[in-house]
């Protein structure tokens, strides 16, 4: 975004309620991550991993709310794809990440 010459008030406030969705989704995906390497010393596993999954999952949701925060607001083409973009990948990292973690057997 660096060759955006300028945003918008109004796009900079949505940048900023996105990137705040993102540190929270990172904050829950940390959280996942010191679940899952407690897995092995769990007195309840089966705990554990819906833990896991509950983090995983607020941290899609975290991710899609910051793409909702794009969908009926005016906001630049370029700006909003190169989010989208990145988001897209976040999520689908994410996405994969809680497909694992429902695979998991104890």
Not at 6 to 13: D, G, L
Request: some cysteine; overall charge positive.
């Amino acid at each position: 975004m660096s060759k955006t010459k300028q945003i918008t008030k109004w796009e900079a406030a949505v940048l900023k309620d996105c990137i705040e969705d993102i540190k929270d989704s990172m904050d829950e995906i940390k959280s996942t991550i010191k679940e899952i390497s407690n897995i092995p010393k769990s007195k309840d596993k089966r705990f554990a991993i819906s833990n896991a999954q509950t983090w995983t999952s607020a941290a899609i949701t975290d991710e899609n709310s910051c793409l909702d925060g794009f969908s009926d607001r005016k906001i630049s083409p370029a700006i909003k794809q190169k989010i989208r973009n990145s988001i897209v990948n976040l999520a689908r990292v994410s996405s994969n990440a809680l497909y694992l973690i429902n695979h998991l057997s104890v």
